[in-house]
């Protein structure tokens, strides 16, 4: 093997062995870092927290929020919804001003039959991270409805170029079949856009 060879094989390896002890080293800072956030003790939760879920469909955050005010003053309502479609996903939370009304809301509407649905209610623990404090939790999604847009473009007003397009893209098709139909021998006649045309 040439001295050029050997250093370019040389030069690889270096590279290589670089490459997986950056790798190594920015694991065990993940691994540290999810380490330092386990030992941190949960500090106690001022507010109370509820999950509230097996919510009826129609079921908004406004709806929500009114509807547990009758325990107690209601700071924030998250629900969480569908990435594609922006609808609410069945559940959420609930969160109070007062950390002794949660549980008091949560024992009263558990097992609460709503539009046909019994909801299930329970009291978040203060080791359990809050909801309202999640990573793009404040994220707003947008719905955007796909089938009413292909509507929209289907019935768009076409120019002269795209009309020329589709009937020419229907005569070919049309010639297509009826060589077909002529191949295996059946004879048969039908009226179709070249007769409409010259009509």
Do not use: C
Not at 8 to 20: A, L, S
Not at 24 to 35: C, L
Request: net charge positive; glycine share 8%; proline share 3%.
């Amino acid at each position: 093997m040439s001295t050029k060879k050997t250093q370019k094989v040389i030069g690889k390896t270096q590279k290589i062995v670089e490459k997986q002890s950056q790798e190594s080293s920015n694991k065990e800072q993940k691994i540290k870092s999810k380490v330092n956030r386990l030992e941190q003790q949960p500090q106690e939760r001022q507010n109370g927290i509820i999950y509230v879920g097996h919510l009826p469909y129609g079921f908004v955050e406004d709806g929500l929020k009114e509807y547990f005010t009758q325990f107690g003053d209601v700071l924030g309502v998250k629900l969480f919804r569908s990435k594609k479609t922006n609808r609410v996903q069945g559940y959420g939370f609930v969160k109070f001003a007062d950390k002794e009304v949660a549980p008091i809301a949560a024992q009263a509407m558990n097992g609460y039959l709503m539009n046909g649905k019994k909801l299930v209610v329970n009291v978040l623990s203060d080791q359990h991270p809050d909801p309202f404090k999640y990573k793009h939790g404040n994220q707003k999604l947008h719905f955007i409805n796909w089938s009413e847009k292909a509507v929209e473009e289907s019935n768009k007003e076409k120019s002269n170029e795209q009309i020329v397009k589709e009937v020419q893209r229907l005569l070919s098709n049309e010639e297509e079949k009826r060589q077909k139909l002529k191949e295996l021998g059946i004879n048969y006649t039908y009226q179709g856009f070249k007769e409409q045309l010259k009509a």
